[in-house]
């Protein structure tokens, strides 16, 4: 099996940043590895994924239009970490952000970025945007 932390979330001002990091116990190199938050009584929903990288450090990357511009998803093999950078954060970024692996991956063209397909899911890190 597979587990995460997530870290990095807190309060920030509008139009500020943070870095999202996600831990995993064993190695990410051949799973697809994606971000999602969730606001309160909202489903969860994708902001970003990326795809196993073959071995050399980067696969390709989706995000939703929602994001697009402001998020930035990174992947470090050696570390067994996903990194989200939110920037130009806006009040309805405001959730709680988790990341998660999808063990089925290399039977896609591209990452998922719907939750069903998501096997292993970390507990979430709270990012709140307000003045």
């Known amino acids: 099996q597979m587990q995460f932390v997530e870290s990095g979330g807190g309060l920030v001002q509008p139009g500020g940043s943070l870095r999202l990091a996600c831990a995993a116990s064993?190695?990410?190199?051949?799973?697809?590895v994606g971000w999602f938050r969730q606001a309160p009584a909202k489903e969860r929903a994708a902001v970003s994924c990326?795809?196993?990288?073959?071995?050399?450090?980067?696969?390709?990357?989706n995000y939703a239009d929602a994001v697009k511009g402001r998020f930035t998803i990174s992947r470090d093999v050696d570390k067994n970490t996903v990194y989200l950078e939110i920037s130009s954060l806006r009040p309805e970024d405001t959730g709680v952000y988790y990341c998660?692996?999808?063990?089925?991956?290399?039977?896609?063209?591209?990452?998922?970025?719907?939750?069903?397909?998501?096997?292993?899911w970390g507990q979430g890190t709270h990012v709140t945007v307000s003045s």
């Open positions: 998660a692996a999808d063990l089925a991956s290399n039977l896609r063209s591209s990452c998922s970025m719907d939750p069903i397909d998501y096997d292993y």
């Open positions: 064993r190695s990410i190199r051949m799973v697809a």
């Open positions: 990326i795809s196993p990288d073959g071995g050399i450090g980067g696969g390709p990357t």
